[in-house]
């Protein structure tokens, strides 16, 4: 069984910086694409950023280009999200997502495996 555990969560500055780790065990790590999303109240999980399963390839949404870093150690079976820059609106909670979409990775029904999520508190 695939499970997928975040941590690195909490309560931060605007302007602070906070990494994100998510430690993938029960499969084989290098068999997944990695993806983070973020979620706040009310509204669909949004897409952060994905990595390739031999982490040579990454791509990120507009609002957290130049500012997150999607990086991953396969030694580790652990993937991580860099936050630089934070702002009170990067405020949610953070998911891992492991899986093999061929396509459409910014969408959420395309990732097989879910950790449980963190919360990320950016105050102004």
């Known amino acids: 069984q695939v499970q997928l555990v975040e941590s690195g969560g909490g309560l931060v500055q605007a302007g602070d910086s906070v990494r994100l780790s998510c430690v993938v065990t029960g499969g084989t790590f290098t068999d997944y694409g990695m993806s983070w999303f973020r979620q706040t109240p009310g509204k669909d999980r949004e897409f952060v950023g994905t990595i390739s399963r031999g982490g040579g390839a990454t791509q990120y949404a507009d609002s957290v280009k130049g500012r997150f870093t999607i990086s991953r150690d396969n030694a580790k079976n652990t993937v991580y999200l860099n936050m630089n820059s934070l702002q009170p609106e990067d405020t949610a909670v953070y998911f891992c997502?492991?899986?093999?979409?061929?396509?459409?990775?910014?969408?959420?029904?395309?990732?097989?495996?879910w950790g449980q999520g963190t919360q990320v508190t950016v105050s102004s």
């Open positions: 997502a492991g899986g093999a979409p061929t396509s459409l990775y910014w969408i959420e029904s395309r990732w097989e495996y």
